[in-house]
């Protein structure tokens, strides 16, 4: 992950820190919040989003999910994406790099996905900055080993890199405020303990036998 750092240009630039708007990344979901199940052997297909980025040169992240119900297969940059767009939308022509470490596909996990502005640190003479606002950083895809079963789609190690790189001559990186993973298939319902539900059965009885009891006996009609 950050030996990628080595490739790119060692120029010092202006000092660019981290603002203050929150900054997001997650598993974009379908409205129902979660990716519904797909037919075993099919291909399912996320999209990982941020919101908030602010001078963004890199980025890096790895993803777990439950093996046994979804097997990782790759993550993908291209159009689309926004390290890929940025180089290409201000003509930048050291371009750009995207790595993936690994795919551990008996671990669930695809390690280490990251995506550089090649020699960033020269944007900064030429004018231009990192990237600063909402888009996709890459697609992430698996292939389905359950249609019905549940697997969370973990995001972690997620770390965001910005212009103070060279001001601080070590890499000038961080996680974002907010990481929300993604669900495949709905969460199951937590199972309620068996002695919740004798409680409940109980305490049931005890009251239709107390309610039963006050009309039969405290409401009873008096005889004259």
Same mark, same amino acid.
């Given at each position: 992950?950050?030996?990628?750092?080595?490739?790119?240009?060692?120029?010092?630039?202006?000092?660019?820190?981290?603002?203050?708007?929150?900054?997001? =990344?997650? +598993?974009?979901?379908?409205?129902?919040?979660?990716?519904?199940?797909?037919?075993?052997?099919?291909?399912?297909?996320?999209?990982?989003?941020?919101?908030?980025?602010?001078?963004?040169?890199?980025w890096s992240l790895s993803v777990e999910v439950?093996?046994?119900?979804?097997?990782?297969?790759?993550?993908?940059?291209?159009?689309?994406?926004?390290?890929?767009?940025?180089?290409?939308?201000?003509?930048?022509?050291?371009?750009? =790099?995207? +790595?993936?470490?690994?795919?551990?596909?008996?671990?669930?996990?695809?390690?280490?996905?990251?995506? +550089? #502005?090649?020699?960033?640190?020269?944007?900064?003479?030429?004018?231009?900055?990192?990237?600063?606002?909402?888009?996709?950083?890459?697609?992430?895809?698996?292939?389905?080993?359950?249609?019905?079963?549940?697997?969370?789609?973990?995001?972690?190690?997620?770390?965001?890199?910005?212009?103070?790189?060279?001001?601080?001559?070590?890499?000038?990186?961080?996680?974002?405020? #907010?990481?929300?993973?993604?669900?495949?298939?709905?969460?199951?319902?937590?199972?309620?303990?068996?002695?919740?539900?004798?409680?409940?059965?109980?305490?049931?009885?005890?009251?239709? =036998?107390? #309610?039963?009891?006050?009309?039969?006996?405290?409401?009873?009609?008096?005889?004259?």
């Amino acid at each position: 992950m950050l030996t990628l750092m080595l490739i790119i240009g060692m120029t010092m630039v202006g000092i660019h820190v981290k603002a203050e708007p929150t900054t997001r =990344v997650y +598993v974009k979901m379908p409205p129902e919040g979660y990716t519904l199940g797909a037919p075993v052997g099919s291909y399912v297909t996320v999209e990982i989003w941020i919101e908030g980025a602010v001078d963004m040169v890199q980025w890096s992240l790895s993803v777990e999910v439950d093996p046994t119900v979804l097997e990782p297969v790759a993550a993908k940059d291209g159009s689309g994406t926004v390290i890929y767009d940025y180089v290409d939308e201000i003509w930048w022509g050291p371009g750009q =790099v995207f +790595v993936v470490s690994a795919v551990d596909k008996p671990g669930g996990k695809i390690i280490d996905v990251s995506h +550089v #502005i090649n020699a960033w640190a020269d944007l900064y003479p030429e004018g231009y900055t990192g990237f600063s606002g909402n888009r996709t950083l890459c697609l992430l895809r698996f292939k389905s080993l359950s249609e019905t079963a549940y697997s969370p789609m973990h995001l972690y190690d997620v770390l965001l890199f910005d212009g103070l790189y060279w001001e601080t001559v070590t890499p000038h990186y961080f996680p974002p405020d #907010i990481v929300e993973d993604g669900h495949y298939n709905q969460l199951p319902a937590p199972a309620i303990p068996p002695y919740v539900v004798a409680t409940a059965v109980g305490t049931g009885i005890i009251i239709v =036998v107390a #309610i039963v009891t006050y009309f039969f006996w405290v409401r009873k009609p008096k005889s004259s």
